[in-house]
């Protein structure tokens, strides 16, 4: 059962336009969200992160909305760049004593010049 | 800061050998973590320790042992590998506030089990 979903294996946007990249989760208890991009033969580069007590975190480009009763969350990536074409993976996490971090299967993003 | 580095980059090993990934951070955090990474999958979390002296299981702890005697290293040992764990392994640490947290990747290490 996969706590955590990004049903969209690819998405490719035009440069300077907005990239909306989704992810849906089924545990109502997790605290912290995060999201990371990850190129071929690197480690995952974290990117911006949220906590359920807020529903929007900007750094920059990237914005992270966070939807609680529909259990969804977004990266908005604004104006989008030929180097932001990677795999993007959402995470969430527990606010407890462990770390039980869940990761989705990531969402191919390609940003055509 | 080196941030969070992992050694060996690349590395193979016959079914029945151990060996340990080496991990290590710089950043004084107090959480780490090992995940391994496998083609179509998301990270899986193997170990993870919350501090010196603590250690816990993840989702796929099975084959595999770790030990956090400082702060800074937190090796993954491989106990006898079989070639169910030709993966893609991944050493991270966190840091965490009330409002976000911040969780950073080693490199990464790339294991063939033959």
């Known amino acids: 059962d996969q706590q955590v979903k990004q049903n969209s294996p690819s998405l490719s946007v035009q440069e300077g336009r907005i990239s909306i990249l989704n992810c849906d989760y089924t545990?109502?208890?997790?605290?912290?969200f995060l999201w990371y991009k990850k190129y071929p033969a690197e480690g995952p580069t974290f990117l911006i992160s949220?906590?359920?007590?807020?529903d929007k975190n900007e750094d920059g480009r990237f914005t992270v909305f966070l939807n609680k009763s529909a259990k969804h969350l977004s990266l908005h990536i604004v104006p989008s760049q030929p180097g932001d074409s990677a795999v993007y993976f959402c995470?969430?996490?527990?606010?407890?004593?462990?770390?039980?971090?869940?990761f989705g299967p990531g969402t191919r993003l390609s940003v055509l010049p | 800061n080196a941030g969070v580095t992992q050694t060996p980059k690349f590395q193979v090993l016959k079914t029945g050998q151990s060996m340990t990934l080496q991990c290590a951070q710089d950043?004084?955090?107090?959480?780490m973590s090992w995940y391994r990474q496998d083609p179509g999958m998301g990270l899986r979390l193997i170990h993870y320790?919350?501090?010196?002296?603590?250690?816990d299981q993840g989702e796929v702890p099975n084959g595999y042992n770790v030990s956090r005697s400082t702060t800074e290293d937190f090796p993954l040992r491989l106990l006898s590998a079989a070639p169910s764990q030709t993966s893609v392994y991944f050493c991270?640490?966190?840091?965490?506030?009330?409002?976000?947290?911040?969780?950073?990747f080693g490199p990464g290490t790339r294991l063939l089990v033959l």
């Open positions: 995470a969430a996490n527990f606010d407890n004593y462990g770390q039980n971090f869940v």
């Open positions: 545990n109502s208890m997790f605290d912290y």
């Open positions: 949220i906590s359920s007590i807020k």
């Open positions: 950043m004084n955090h107090e959480y």
């Open positions: 320790s919350v501090g010196a002296g603590i250690t």
């Open positions: 991270a640490s966190n840091l965490r506030d009330r409002e976000q947290e911040t969780q950073y």
